[in-house]
């Protein structure tokens, strides 16, 4: 079975910068695509980027590009999401997320067959 495991979360202050990591064990990172979605208390779960590194495709919420980086270690299965100038609004659990295929439709969660538990990230002073 399948699984991700997400890690790196914390408190930070604003313009801060934390590193998140998705291990992903079951499945090749070069044949799916893995996504970074977060989710605010009475918000819906939102896409915060993706990366399919079969052909290096990468995909961005308006919102956080240039300040999120998000790369592929295929050695170590493990995806990471570089976040970089970290805003309060920011503030939200983090998921990772695997599906087989192209990037398309990449900010819809009900595309993803597999999700990591989540890890909370706090930006507040």
């Known amino acids: 079975q399948p699984q991700l495991v997400e890690s790196g979360g914390g408190l930070v202050q604003p313009g801060g910068s934390l590193r998140l990591s998705c291990v992903a064990s079951?499945?090749?990172?070069?044949?799916?695509?893995i996504a970074w979605f977060r989710q605010a208390p009475g918000r819906e779960r939102e896409g915060v980027s993706c990366?399919?590194?079969?052909?290096?495709?990468?995909k961005y919420l308006d919102s956080v590009k240039g300040r999120f980086t998000i790369s592929s270690d295929n050695a170590k299965n493990t995806v990471y999401l570089q976040m970089n100038s970290l805003k309060p609004e920011d503030t939200a659990v983090y998921y990772c997320?695997?599906?087989?295929?192209?990037?398309?439709?990449?900010?819809?969660?009900?595309?993803?067959?597999?999700w990591g538990q989540g890890t909370q990230v706090t930006v507040s002073s």
């Open positions: 079951g499945i090749s990172l070069d044949h799916y695509v």
């Open positions: 997320a695997a599906r087989w295929g192209p990037t398309s439709n990449w900010d819809r969660p009900s595309w993803y067959d597999y």
């Open positions: 990366i399919r590194s079969k052909n290096g495709d990468t």
